[in-house]
């Protein structure tokens, strides 16, 4: 799983968020490492959709702008606790072997 | 967060930019998507700015090219490689005019250097070449609109233009034409095949349900 998929889904772990909501949380998870754009979001949510890993909580209009908000489905929550589970454990093995689990943890 | 204030001029020339770039796009993905992602491409944007940044238009540019290379929503892998094979054929066949055209002069010579009997078949065989090329291109790009859309009559014509075009093969070997046309055969097997490749993934099973069900998908 990509970065920024990985992020997108973990912005979405807590509760449905709208494009716009998801960029800034993904750049606040990361620390603003990642500024996801407009186009990346896009091309990423629809893949997403494509495999049911989000769909479309509600939609509002907003300053009469359409706004759609989305939320991580069964399958979405599943696939995010195993891609963590995943990225945790090799985390946790690095920090081992250096030594370094206990300072940095 | 909300949507830095910007001035109406200002604000409406930035959102023709963005329009301009989301054109690009597929109509399915805009049909769906353009009003959300402009709201979002607004809100994103800096206090005063007048035009889509360089960063922003490339980053959508690609997006676009991506979401051209994927299915819409509901149509079965199958249909969409096929739609694709069309539209390749519909590249050849312009591949194949614009170089008989532009190497007119100097198969003319060629001929007319080894074989200057043979000009004149030659002559007529290359115009027709060129003469029909709009037409196939025309039926190339039609069919992959139709079969996109899943109408069978989409189908149907491919599978004919299939069958004529095995046809016109086995009438170009019976008249012995690879022994003064190999290049003009070669061509001719490569778009069979595309058109062959084509019919078998428009009858596939898996394309079955596209070609009876009209309504669009929503996901």
Redesign the interface.
């Known amino acids: 799983m990509q970065e920024a998929t990985f992020l997108i889904l973990t912005a979405l772990a807590a509760g449905s968020q709208?494009?716009?909501g998801i960029?800034?949380d993904v750049a606040e998870i990361s620390g603003g490492r990642v500024k996801l754009?407009?186009?990346?979001?896009?091309?990423a949510l629809?893949?997403l959709?494509?495999d049911r890993l989000i769909?479309?909580d509600r939609e509002e209009i907003?300053?009469n702008?359409?706004?759609?908000y989305y939320r991580l489905t069964p399958a979405g929550e599943k696939r995010l606790a195993a891609e963590a589970a995943r990225l945790h454990s090799h985390a946790t093995t690095a920090l081992r072997r250096l030594n370094l689990a206990g300072g940095v943890a | 967060m909300s949507e830095p204030e910007m001035s109406t001029s200002k604000a409406a020339s930035l959102e023709r930019g963005y329009r301009r770039l989301l054109a690009w796009y597929p109509g399915w993905f805009r049909r769906e998507n353009e009003e959300e992602i402009l709201a979002v491409l607004m809100a994103c944007a800096q206090d005063g700015q007048k035009r889509p940044s360089l960063e922003a238009s490339a980053d959508l540019l690609k997006g676009a090219a991506r979401m051209w290379l994927r299915p819409r929503p509901g149509q079965p892998r199958t249909v969409f490689a096929a739609v694709r094979l069309m539209w390749a054929g519909a590249f050849a066949e312009l591949a194949v005019a614009i170089t008989t055209l532009a190497t007119l002069g100097s198969v003319r010579a060629a001929v007319m250097h080894s074989y200057p009997a043979a000009w004149h078949s030659a002559q007529v065989n290359l115009i027709g070449n060129a003469a029909e090329a709009p037409l196939v291109i025309g039926l190339w790009l039609w069919m992959a609109w139709a079969n996109g859309k899943g109408k069978n009559r989409g189908r149907v014509a491919l599978a004919v233009f299939f069958g004529l075009d095995s046809l016109a093969i086995l009438a170009a070997l019976s008249q012995d034409a690879v022994t003064y046309a190999p290049a003009d055969l070669a061509v001719g097997a490569v778009q069979w095949l595309v058109a062959l490749a084509a019919v078998m993934l428009v009858f596939n099973p898996a394309s079955s349900r596209h070609y009876q069900y009209r309504q669009p998908v929503l996901r």
């Open positions: 709208h494009g716009y960029i800034s754009l407009a186009g990346t979001l896009y091309t629809d893949r959709r494509a769909g479309v907003v300053d702008r359409l706004r759609r």
